[in-house]
């Protein structure tokens, strides 16, 4: 049986939510390098559903999704006691009307343009909840 290590910290947790499987998996990958624990959805329901049941550390959400696109589920995200305290990152791709003012006004706490560098994805996750990179290995 395996029992947790009393001594290992347990990792923070991220919520992950893109309609795109391609994105979905970059996204995943460049946050799973920072070794925290990802969840996964694919649209703005899932990500209010994912965000109640889950208690995420963190949410990477992209915009433009189908059954409730990622602005709208950024506002009930913020309006929601439960969750409005957690941080949100909105990503889009290039040239979508929205604009990172309007992002802001409605709760995220960061706003990437697609195709976003993953060293940056990593670092605006590690700087929104409080953590510094790993110092790299020994020689």
């Not at 329901?45 to 963190?58: G, I, Q, T, V, Y």
């Not at 433009?64 to 889009?92: H, N, Y």
Request: overall charge neutral; charged content about 20%; aromatic content about 2%.
């Amino acid at each position: 049986m395996n029992t947790p290590d009393p001594n290992r910290p347990v990792p923070r947790k991220v919520l992950i939510v893109d309609d795109e499987p391609h994105m979905l998996r970059l996204t995943e990958l460049s946050i799973k390098k920072g070794g925290f624990a990802i969840v996964t959805g694919r649209n703005g329901r899932e990500a209010l559903a994912l965000a109640a049941s889950e208690k995420p550390d963190l949410i990477v959400m992209d915009v433009t999704m189908p059954e409730l696109d990622g602005l709208s589920a950024l506002k009930q995200l913020k309006s929601s006691p439960a969750t409005a305290s957690i941080p949100v990152v909105m990503l889009t791709v290039r040239g979508h009307v929205l604009t990172r003012q309007q992002a802001e006004e409605a709760g995220a706490a960061v706003f990437l343009t697609k195709p976003f560098s993953p060293t940056q994805l990593l670092s605006e996750a590690r700087r929104l909840l409080g953590e510094t990179a790993p110092p790299p290995p020994a020689p």
